[in-house]
């Protein structure tokens, strides 16, 4: 690795080891590089009897991470043969499933903006905390793409039908919210993050956070769960359409309305990822699926066509193929799911996850 690669900043202060994304410009989206060095430093600090807890933050006043770096992503979908980004993915989720396995305290700071990529570095930790600024989402339907580093495990966890809620529309919720998901834990006020940051470095995580944390302001899903759960019940994405358009809450006719925006094929196989994942365990499990399901998005003209829209040229105005639902077959759904033979991802369920659907 380029040792002069700044894009994390790695520093161990007292008891604790410090992570911080530092690609501010970006809003620190993940390169591969990045998940690399992550992955490097846990290595190390899983050995080293100093360390008695890793925190990672990030760096800027925007947020923690918005994600993958798509825009390379975009690259490597249009004009190379997808490899690099199937080599970026494969990392990104075992640094995913490390990140829910690891030994010691793994405190994530979830500040301002957490979404896609930034969601699996910090919501499959032990300590996840958010703040008064935390804006939380898995807003890949926009993109063309699904909800992957484990989104469709941790949102086919969540009470009743709120994580498809979240899957299908992408929007972002606040501190209550991604604690009521099981997103977050700690609720802690910015303004208190740089002395909890430097208390971390001198006493245990429990005791720490035991004097931050608060109230978070309220939220706004668990007043939405009647139609939420009676919407997003349905069988198909059609189905949950039309139940939100007749249901007379103006939130759920909103809702429907964000949907139609999104790509038709990704919310279709967004859907069936988050069915499954229920079924399917343990993270390991589904990060095997959701590997299979990215891979295959590379070769489909979404994923391209939804970062130029909404990343690239910015115009807002994708150009779904095809266009509608109802267009979007189960064929064309399944081969999401197809075995990709000697180039699975491969995960391995722990022996300590054997028989829990916890993990």
Same mark, same amino acid.
């Given at each position: 690795?380029?040792?002069?690669?700044?894009?994390? /900043?790695?520093?161990?202060?007292?008891?604790?080891?410090?992570?911080?994304?530092?690609? =501010?410009?970006?809003?620190? +989206?993940? %390169?591969? %590089?990045?998940?690399?060095?992550?992955?490097?430093? /846990?290595?190390?600090?899983?050995?080293? =009897?100093?360390?008695?807890?890793?925190?990672?933050?990030?760096?800027?006043? $925007?947020?923690?991470?918005?994600?993958?770096?798509?825009?390379?992503? @975009?690259?490597?979908?249009?004009?190379?043969?997808?490899?690099?980004?199937? +080599?970026?993915?494969?990392?990104?989720?075992?640094?995913?499933? &490390?990140?829910?396995?690891?030994?010691? =305290?793994?405190?994530?700071?979830?500040?301002?903006?957490?979404?896609?990529?930034? !969601?699996?570095?910090?919501?499959?930790?032990?300590?996840?905390?958010?703040?008064?600024?935390?804006?939380?989402?898995?807003? *890949?339907?926009?993109?063309?793409?699904?909800?992957?580093?484990?989104?469709?495990?941790?949102?086919?966890?969540?009470?009743?039908?709120?994580?498809?809620?979240?899957?299908?529309?992408?929007?972002?919720?606040?501190?209550?919210?991604?604690?009521?998901?099981?997103?977050?834990?700690?609720?802690?006020?910015?303004?208190?993050? =740089?002395?909890?940051?430097?208390?971390?470095? @001198?006493?245990?995580?429990?005791? !720490?956070?035991?004097?931050?944390? &608060?109230?978070?302001?309220?939220?706004?899903?668990? #007043?939405?769960?009647?139609?939420?759960?009676?919407?997003?019940?349905?069988?198909?994405? *059609?189905?949950?359409?039309?139940?939100?358009?007749?249901?007379?809450?103006?939130?759920?006719?909103?809702?429907? *309305?964000?949907?139609?925006? &999104?790509?038709?094929?990704?919310?279709? !196989?967004?859907?069936?990822? /988050?069915?499954?994942?229920? $079924?399917?365990?343990?993270?390991?499990?589904?990060?095997?699926?959701?590997?299979?399901?990215?891979?295959? +998005?590379?070769? %489909?003209?979404?994923?391209? *066509?939804?970062?130029?829209?909404?990343?690239?040229?910015?115009?807002?105005?994708?150009?779904?193929?095809?266009?509608?639902? +109802?267009?979007?077959?189960?064929?064309?759904?399944?081969?999401?799911?197809?075995?990709?033979? #000697?180039?699975?991802?491969?995960?391995?369920?722990?022996?300590?996850? &054997?028989?829990?659907?916890?993990?």
């Amino acid at each position: 690795m380029n040792g002069t690669d700044d894009s994390v /900043l790695v520093r161990v202060e007292g008891r604790a080891a410090y992570l911080t994304l530092n690609r =501010p410009k970006a809003l620190n +989206a993940l %390169t591969h %590089t990045m998940v690399r060095r992550i992955d490097e430093a /846990l290595t190390t600090w899983e050995r080293d =009897p100093v360390v008695e807890a890793v925190v990672l933050t990030g760096a800027g006043e $925007r947020g923690l991470c918005a994600g993958g770096d798509i825009r390379a992503i @975009h690259n490597d979908a249009r004009d190379g043969d997808g490899s690099a980004s199937a +080599a970026f993915w494969r990392d990104e989720y075992r640094l995913n499933a &490390r990140i829910a396995r690891y030994p010691k =305290p793994y405190v994530a700071v979830m500040d301002g903006i957490v979404m896609g990529g930034g !969601v699996g570095v910090s919501a499959h930790g032990g300590f996840r905390i958010v703040t008064e600024r935390s804006r939380v989402a898995m807003p *890949e339907t926009g993109i063309g793409f699904v909800p992957d580093v484990g989104g469709t495990y941790l949102l086919a966890r969540v009470p009743g039908e709120l994580g498809t809620h979240l899957a299908l529309t992408g929007v972002a919720v606040g501190a209550s919210d991604a604690q009521h998901c099981d997103l977050a834990d700690h609720c802690i006020p910015s303004e208190s993050l =740089p002395q909890l940051l430097d208390d971390l470095a @001198h006493a245990p995580v429990g005791e !720490v956070l035991g004097r931050y944390t &608060r109230e978070a302001p309220p939220g706004e899903l668990a #007043e939405a769960r009647a139609w939420i759960d009676a919407c997003y019940a349905a069988d198909t994405v *059609e189905e949950i359409i039309e139940r939100l358009l007749d249901h007379g809450d103006s939130a759920a006719k909103q809702a429907a *309305e964000t949907l139609l925006t &999104r790509s038709p094929t990704a919310l279709k !196989v967004t859907l069936v990822a /988050l069915r499954r994942a229920r $079924r399917l365990g343990v993270l390991e499990n589904v990060l095997n699926q959701e590997y299979r399901v990215s891979c295959a +998005a590379l070769a %489909t003209p979404d994923l391209v *066509e939804g970062i130029r829209a909404q990343v690239i040229d910015k115009d807002r105005t994708p150009r779904w193929s095809p266009p509608t639902l +109802a267009e979007v077959t189960v064929a064309d759904v399944e081969r999401f799911f197809a075995p990709l033979g #000697e180039r699975e991802l491969g995960l391995a369920v722990p022996d300590i996850a &054997r028989g829990s659907f916890w993990g």
